[in-house]
């Protein structure tokens, strides 16, 4: 037996002796994509611009607001009197997790993340006055869309 196949003998684990070396290199490979992660999380519903048009300042009570949007996410107090948040977002995102390949080997692996992603957060905040009547509305619109991106660096 040459000296190649003895050194390579003593680094492979016991229970992978009799594996050929072309299969050890396929099978790393699909250990690793196994450790990969796409997602895609949305949270409520998009904003819908054309139910605002249809609440007026001063007129529109808290029951139009909730008819036209639904339920806010939060409420919070203001000297004026509250206001309504509401959330949209769209998040895409992949992951790869290199500690997962060592879970075939070693009993505890470390998780080792490596991801990207992008997220398109949408916010409209409603003020309401103090006698439960609808007054103005600020909606932050994301700067760009998000991009989905297979490359995690």
Known sequence: ????????????????????????????PLLMLAGCDFRR?????????????TLNSGKSSMQDV???????????ASPDGMVWRYRYGDAKTMRINFGWVLRVFFPVAPSMNLGRGDDAPQ????????????????????????QFSFWPF
């Open 1 to 28: 037996m040459d000296n190649n196949r003895v050194n390579f003998l003593l680094l492979t684990p016991y229970f992978l002796r009799g594996v050929p070396a072309v299969v050890l290199v396929c099978l790393v």
């Open 123 to 146: 916010v409209l905040h409603v003020a309401m006055n103090h006698d439960g009547t609808f007054a103005q509305y600020l909606l932050q619109q994301p700067l760009e869309p998000p």
């Open 41 to 53: 999380v949305i949270v409520n519903h998009p904003i819908d611009p054309q139910a605002l048009e």
């Open 66 to 76: 909730v008819r036209a949007l639904g339920a806010p996410d939060d409420i919070t």
